[in-house]
């Protein structure tokens, strides 16, 4: 019987065989496997909620968290969404194949730069089955073979899901998901760079980290979404409490929700009372500095590690700060590059903080809650990067191509040409 690792790097010959096959597919060709791959889903819906059945079995007797639990599940409604999404992906634009640029050389030589598969993508994630299908479906979109390493709570939902998809007429193993679940697949999954292009890991920063010591090949991280929101001295208080309260509340368990509120000094006496009295009805729990505290004198003490920290709950923390300055560079240290708003009526400030804050994502009057594919109108999104390197931001179909030279000539030759 075949090793873990031997197994996983027949799966990587198998993945960079099916590349070069989907490079040779047209845009045409890749949406009508699409199409059939999201008809392959909801027709085998009773395999999936009875796969999934067996997941939810065996994390109810782990113990898992009733908000596990749910991220685990799936229902009719969830799989007809999981279907939707595939068919919504089949309707977008195809980046590969794109002409980036194109030039004329005095030699007559013509360049073009024109957008390209990537290759080969591994994607490792935690908890939602749902991701099989959306990492899928994207990379296969795009040209890309994938190798799916899911979570051992979801492994029976996964294998079925990956199933219906390689039931829909793709080229072989263009969608395989690895069969194991111990952390020893991560390792050799990481290692592979004799097949494997790019690794991207969603899910938790342990997972993340795990990954980036290991891998020999790039990684696209989705770090923590520890984001700002800087209530200038030029806000207007309204526009500042509204987009404050979304920005925690909407949904505060994802990486775009708002986990630091900076106030401006100036305004901290007036702003402060009527941003609290909205959370609160929010259910929110407010850590202040020793500032704040004293203009909302009820609210717990803020410590070090709450500027580190992203809470995924409803918890804000508030700090009162004197300058512009003084809100980017705690921007700067404590945030995590991912998204971060400024709500002032001063655009010379605003253009400022946009210049000087070292994020994937900078917002002038906006919701972070905005930072998303589906909100920049990318349609989808495999994760949001906070590299600064090839992808960052929001990850499209775009971010999951490279690019090569095409350069056409008659017969020039360096020799003819040497200056």
Not at 171 to 180: E, G, T, W, Y
Not at 281 to 297: F, M, Q, T, W
Not at 378 to 391: R, V
């Amino acid at each position: 019987m075949p090793t873990i690792q031997e197994t996983i790097h027949q799966m990587g010959r198998q993945a960079r065989a099916a590349a070069y096959q989907l490079a040779q597919l047209s845009a045409d060709e890749k949406n009508a496997v699409l199409r059939n791959m999201a008809t392959a889903i909801r027709q085998q819906a009773p395999l999936l909620i009875e796969a999934n059945a067996l997941d939810i079995a065996a994390g109810t007797e782990k113990g898992l968290s009733a908000a596990m639990l749910d991220r685990l599940r799936l229902d009719e409604n969830r799989i007809e969404a999981m279907a939707a999404g595939i068919d919504q992906v089949a309707t977008l634009p195809d980046p590969v194949g794109q002409i980036m640029d194109s030039w004329e050389r005095p030699n007559g030589i013509r360049i073009e730069q024109v957008r390209v598969p990537i290759g080969t993508i591994g994607i490792i994630y935690e908890s939602r089955p749902n991701v099989t299908a959306d990492a899928a479906v994207l990379c296969f979109k795009t040209g890309n073979a994938t190798i799916l390493r899911g979570g051992s709570e979801a492994i029976h939902s996964n294998r079925a899901i990956a199933a219906a998809l390689s039931s829909a007429g793709a080229p072989d193993h263009a969608v395989q998901l690895i069969p194991f679940t111990d952390r020893e697949s991560v390792a050799v999954l990481a290692g592979m760079d004799k097949w494997l292009d790019l690794i991207i890991p969603r899910g938790g920063k342990g997972l993340i980290e795990t990954v980036v010591s290991l891998a020999r090949m790039p990684v696209i991280k989705h770090y923590d979404g520890i984001c700002h929101l800087f209530a200038d001295k030029a806000a207007d208080l309204d526009m500042a409490v509204d987009l404050t309260v979304d920005a925690k509340t909407q949904k505060c368990g994802v990486c775009n929700a708002l986990e630091t509120l900076l106030v401006h000094r100036d305004i901290a006496a007036s702003f402060l009372p009527k941003v609290a009295a909205a959370l609160r009805a929010k259910n929110v729990e407010l850590r202040g500095c020793d500032e704040s505290r004293a203009i909302l004198p009820d609210i717990v003490a803020a410590t070090e590690e709450d500027w580190n920290t992203e809470y995924l709950d409803l918890i804000l923390s508030i700090k009162i700060v004197d300058s512009l300055d003084k809100a980017v560079t705690h921007i700067n240290q404590y945030g995590s590059h991912h998204t971060d708003t400024i709500v002032s009526a001063d655009s010379v400030a605003a253009e400022g903080f946009l210049r000087s804050v070292d994020s994937a994502c900078v917002f002038h009057n906006v919701s972070n809650r905005f930072a998303d594919g589906g909100e920049f109108g990318f349609g989808a999104e495999i994760g949001i990067s906070t590299d600064k390197l090839h992808a960052r931001g929001p990850m499209g179909l775009r971010e999951l191509t490279s690019y090569q030279y095409r350069v056409r000539g008659n017969g020039q030759t360096k020799a003819h040409h040497a200056s």
